[in-house]
C-alpha cells in the first residue's frame, strides 16, 4: 500500500458545520440523512436506504467477498416533550442517555407538527434573585429543569394553541467555534466529527483512484444513541465492521484531543482481538497519532451489531473528545488522524482471507491470537518442590 495521502482539511470542516447546523436527535433524522446522502452523490458512491433511513453504501473492491463496513451514526442527544404544566411550561424526557446537568441554559428548537419554537431550558428555581442559595440545593435529574419557551403562555391551554404537543422533539443549540489553534468546540461532535471524518476519508478514497482489496460499505445510521444503532444495518456477507465514535478525554483515560484511539474494550466487552490489532498497525505503519483506551460506559454501533447477532468482527476508532456529551471538544488532529487511518484500512487487506466463508470445520482458517501456544497455556501457578515447603522429615 502506498503512503497514504493527507486528507482534504477544508472539506472536513466544511461538512462538519454543515452538520451541526442540522437539528437531529434520535427520531428526527430526516435531514441529516438527505444531507449526507447528497455528499455521497457528490462523491458518487452509490447506497440505499432502508425503511427507517439508515444509509448503506458500496465501494467496489477487487474482490466481492469477504465484505467489510465502517459506520458512523448521524443521530444526536436531545429531548422530547414529556408534559406540558399548567403554567404553560414544558416537562422533558432524555433522547439518549445523558445528565440534565449539561442540558440546563441550554438554547433550543422545538419542532411542533406545523413549525419550529425557541426557547430556554432552565432549572425549576431560575432566578438567583428570588431564590437565592436554594437554586444551589437543587437535584440534578430531568424532572427538575423545564423549557420555557418563547411565546406568549402562561397555561397549558395556551401552550396547547401554539400547536405544541407531548412527544415533540426538541434539538439542542450546537454553539460551534472553530479556533486558529485547531480545536473545535460544539455540542453534537458525537457523532459529527465522526461523520465529517468518515465522508472526508471517502473523499481521499476516491482521490487516489484505488480500488480496495474488498468491498466495503460505509454506514450512517440512525439509532446508535438510543442503543439499537447498526442492529439489522450490515449486509449479510460482512465479515469486518469498524465503528466510528467519541473518544473521552478525561482523568483515567487514556485518549487524547490530538490523537485518534482504537478502543479495545467498552461496556459490551472487549473488541475483536484480531481487527483491533490491525487497526494499530496500519497507524503504526503511517505515523498517525493513535492510542488504545477501554471505556467503561459507553457503547457504539459495532456492539448493537453483535448483540443483533451478526457473525462479525468488531473494532472502534474514535476521535478524542473532552467533556463528551456536554459542550465536546477535539481537535482537527484528531479528526485528521481518523480520516486518515479510515483510508488506510479500507485500502488494506482483510485480516482473514478465509473470513469470507462464514463458518465451516476446519482448524487451519482459523486465526491464532499472537502469543504462542504454549507461551498462553503456561499459566500455572508455579509450585516449588514438597521438600522446599516440609523439609525431608529429619528434623
Known sequence: MNRLPEPDLDYLRKVLLDMLAIPSPTGFTDTIVMYVAERLNELDIPFELTRRGTIRATIKGHKESPDRAVSAHLDTIGAIVREIKDNGRLGLAAVGHWSSRFAEGSRVSLFTDDGTLRGSVLPLLASGHAFNTEIDKMPVTWDHIELRLDAVTKSRHETEQLGVQVGDFVAFDPLPEFTDSGYISSRHLDDKAGVAALLTALKMLKETGQTPPIDCHPLFTITEEVGSGAAGALPWDVSEFVG????????????????VS?????SAGPYDYHLSRHLLRLAQRNDIPVRRDLFRYYYSDAHSAISSGQDVRVALLAFGCDATHGYERTHIVSLAALSQLLTGYMLSPPVFDSDAQPADSSL?????????EDTQMDNQTHLPPLEEVVGDGSK
Open 244 to 259: 466510528i465514535d467519541i473518544a473521552p478525554v478525561a482523568p483515567g483515560q487514556r485518549s487524547d484531543e490530538h490523537r
Open 262 to 266: 482504537v478502543a479495545m474494550q467498552d
Open 364 to 372: 487451519d482458517r482459523f486465526g491464532h491470537q499472537l502469543l504462542p
